[in-house]
């Protein structure tokens, strides 16, 4: 599908991780659905007048603001927490994420794996392996082990279905009540219920949006209020996580063991600690990823709702932070 819009538009391609070349993932998906567009880069926006819309991934701080005819800001995924941290955002244009269903089915597969790989206890077997070691585990039913998603959106949803399909029970949690949950689901919401919530979690699944009230959200109160010896996945953000808090609930045995995708600073140090803690696995990120098809697709599509003054969406919420 290409774009509706009048003539191919300028659009800011706006990133400073280091793991990600914009134009090399995403730069001939442009071209394609646009032929003509005119993309910007961080390194040589040319003349500022011109560009309309800004794709952002960690966008240098700052930039937005200068950018006079700035019709659309988006997301190069589902959250917006990237840019909102640029205290100069220009708070009246639309902020907008991507919604991609492959996405659910990544992250839920993701999920699932992880959860499946620490309560049948394969990193052991995969150890024995190597030492031609024949020696059969505890079995530990599926039904046996909770698991609580933190963060009911589209991708919480998606792995809930997941996992309850091979027979695990699945508890969720929102900062506020959510509508119309599936039946397999055991809902939880608020502050006063979080305790409730994290006390039946043998494994916690982290998906919220980071905001200024979840930043830091996986730190030792949270642990403290799990049962002994359950298992944390972080496929959030980086932030959510208080590393030193980990470390030490690991250590004292709250916690039995961690799958990490996200981490404040990415790529993750080759001297971290994580490395060399057999309770963690580290993986680079790839829970789940955006096709880059639809990023360009829903970008051009975005702007064109915007030009012709209506709304797109998937528009965010500041207010919220998602």
Excluded at 32 to 41: E, H, K, Q, T, V
Excluded at 49 to 60: R, T, V
Excluded at 140 to 169: F, K, N, Q
Excluded at 296 to 307: M, V, Y
Aim: net charge negative.
């Amino acid at each position: 599908m290409t774009s509706d819009l009048p003539k191919p538009p300028c659009i800011a391609l706006l990133g400073t991780s280091p793991t990600l070349d914009l134009d090399a993932f995403i730069g001939d998906q442009f071209r394609a659905l646009s032929p003509g567009i005119d993309l910007r880069f961080p390194q040589d926006l040319g003349c500022l007048e011109d560009i309309e819309a800004a794709l952002c991934w960690f966008p240098p701080h700052g930039v937005l603001k200068k950018l006079p005819n700035l019709r659309l800001i988006q997301s190069l995924s589902a959250g917006i927490d990237h840019i909102t941290a640029d205290a100069d955002l220009p708070r009246t244009i639309p902020v907008c994420r991507i919604v991609d269903t492959t996405v659910e089915e990544g992250m839920a597969s993701y999920v699932t794996w992880a959860v499946i790989q620490h309560h049948r206890g394969m990193r052991v077997y995969q150890a024995n392996a190597a030492e031609a070691v024949w020696k059969q585990q505890p079995t530990v039913w599926p039904r046996d082990h909770r698991v609580g998603i933190a963060g009911l959106g589209v991708l919480g949803l998606a792995c809930a279905r997941a996992l309850s399909s091979v027979g695990y029970p699945v508890s969720g949690w929102n900062s506020r009540p959510k509508a119309d949950l599936p039946p397999y689901v055991r809902a939880f919401h608020g502050e006063e219920q979080l305790g409730d919530f994290l006390a039946e979690c043998s494994s916690l699944i982290c998906l919220l949006p980071l905001t200024d009230q979840t930043r830091g959200f996986l730190g030792a109160k949270v642990f403290s209020q799990l049962p002994r010896g359950a298992h944390l996945v972080n496929v959030a953000r980086g932030a959510h996580l208080v590393e030193s808090d980990l470390l030490a609930a690991l250590e004292g045995g709250q916690l039995s063991g961690a799958t990490l995708d996200a981490f404040s600073q990415e790529p993750l140090p080759k001297d971290h600690p994580f490395w060399a803690d057999p309770r963690i696995v580290v993986t680079p990120h790839i829970a789940a990823h955006t096709d880059p098809r639809i990023i360009a697709q829903q970008t051009l599509e975005n702007l064109a709702l915007i030009l012709q003054g209506q709304r797109p969406p998937t528009c965010a919420d500041l207010g919220q932070g998602y």
